[in-house]
């Protein structure tokens, strides 16, 4: 069934009322009913990831098919790998000496951004964990990969649908705008923000005064001493900063090398296929 366009502030309140009935209705489902819709979204994306991959690059122009894929796999399967035995749903931990339980709960709906650099695994992972915590979700994509945020958000539902969750339970902001991402995140309704991208939108989630948890630039350095294994440093340097035409802000930025292995690390870099500028105006 055709979704309604979520092009406006009307639409998305509408929307939001929509995705907060489902998460009630999710909150009262078994660990064993979690675990299956868990299961089931995990392996339509995991099953989807090369073609998810292949259409992030075209629509964004940015990233490296084969690297996608890899991010979208662990996203999914891994995730799912390291999440599928933990418990989430009544207690999860008890001490009877001092008569204490544990007992977990939903937050209710989080609102999520997702950054154009990394918009199918970044999605992945946190539609996966809203749905482990038993939390509904809406999902505002980058404007740049709307077409496939869209697309995997339908691949996940239909998922979601065959394993006997709610309706509406993961959602998207069809038509993302500045207007309707404030909105989103404003509304009362939200009880979460998580955001990944740059410094203005981690900004704005972390002083919402909301719960908020906000991924932004990373852009780590690389320190190199000569207690090092210079030939594995200089290969894991090359392979972080180069995978996914190093979009990914946890990959490596700069490299800070003491004087006695610098030209040696240099030497080895080269060998792995880092390419010397000499000429800074070429940069």
Do not use: W
Not at 83 to 107: M, S
Not at 193 to 220: D, E, H, M, Q
């Amino acid at each position: 069934m055709a979704r309604e366009i979520i092009d406006s502030v009307e639409k998305l309140e509408a929307e939001l009322d929509r995705v907060r009935a489902a998460q009630r209705e999710f909150a009262t489902y078994t660990q064993e009913q979690v675990d299956k819709i868990f299961f089931a979204a995990a392996m339509a994306a995991n099953k989807a990831r090369i073609p998810l991959a292949k259409m992030a690059v075209e629509e964004t122009g940015m990233g490296l098919v084969e690297d996608k894929i890899i991010k979208n796999h662990y996203a999914a399967e891994y995730i799912y790998n390291a999440y599928k035995n933990t418990k989430t749903c009544g207690v999860i931990e008890e001490d009877k000496a001092y008569g204490i339980k544990k007992i977990a709960e939903p937050l209710g709906v989080i609102a999520a951004g997702i950054p154009t650099t990394n918009p199918t695994s970044t999605a992945i992972f946190k539609t996966l964990i809203c749905l482990k915590t038993r939390n509904g979700i809406i999902i505002s994509p980058h404007p740049r990969a709307k077409k496939v945020s869209l697309h995997l958000i339908q691949l996940i539902n239909k998922a979601l649908c065959k394993a006997g969750a709610p309706a509406n339970l993961v959602v998207t902001v069809s038509a993302p705008s500045i207007e309707n991402t404030n909105a989103m995140m404003s509304h009362p309704k939200i009880r979460m923000l998580v955001a990944t991208g740059g410094p203005a939108i981690v900004k704005t989630v972390l002083s919402s005064g909301k719960k908020a948890i906000g991924a932004g630039a990373g852009n780590p350095p690389v320190v190199v001493d000569e207690t090092a294994d210079i030939e594995k440093a200089a290969k894991d340097i090359v392979d972080g900063c180069s995978f996914d035409n190093n979009l990914p802000c946890i990959a490596e930025k700069e490299v800070i090398a003491v004087d006695s292995v610098a030209d040696y690390l240099i030497f080895n870099m080269k060998k792995n296929g880092a390419y010397e500028v000499k000429d800074p105006a070429v940069i």
